[in-house]
Nanobody, 127 residues
């Protein structure tokens, strides 16, 4: 069974940090670009960050630049999202998604055309 599983969400105070993980099972991530998305209550889902299959290419939404860092460890079949200086407006369900690409050394990532989605993990930033 092919699936992505997010973990690491929880309740954190403003200014705090969380590290999210996205683990794949049933397939290897080497040929996949990965995106992190979030959906806050009453809002549309938005792309937060993405990473290419090689790990060399990354992208961040303006709202998280300088605070979030995406990384991947293909040996562990896992992608991470380190979130620092969290703000109440970061509160959302965070999802990871994978898009198959033709190469393990691609330097491009996307926020559309995703092939697999996880079920999400809730991040709440509140005092």
């Amino acid at each position: 069974q092919l699936q992505l599983v997010e973990s690491g969400g929880g309740l954190v105070q403003p200014g705090g940090s969380l590290s999210l993980s996205c683990a794949a099972s049933g397939f290897t991530l080497d040929y996949y670009a990965i995106g992190w998305f979030r959906q806050a209550p009453g809002k549309e889902r938005e792309g937060v960050s993405c990473i290419s299959s090689s790990g060399a290419g990354t992208n961040y939404a303006d709202s998280v630049k300088g605070r979030f860092t995406i990384s991947r460890d293909n040996a562990k079949n896992t992608v991470y999202l380190q979130m620092n200086s969290l703000k109440p407006e970061d509160t959302a369900v965070y999802y990871c998604a994978a898009r198959r690409v033709g190469s393990s050394i691609s330097g491009t990532c996307w926020y559309y055309g995703m092939d697999y989605w996880g079920l999400g993990t809730l991040v709440t930033v509140s005092s």
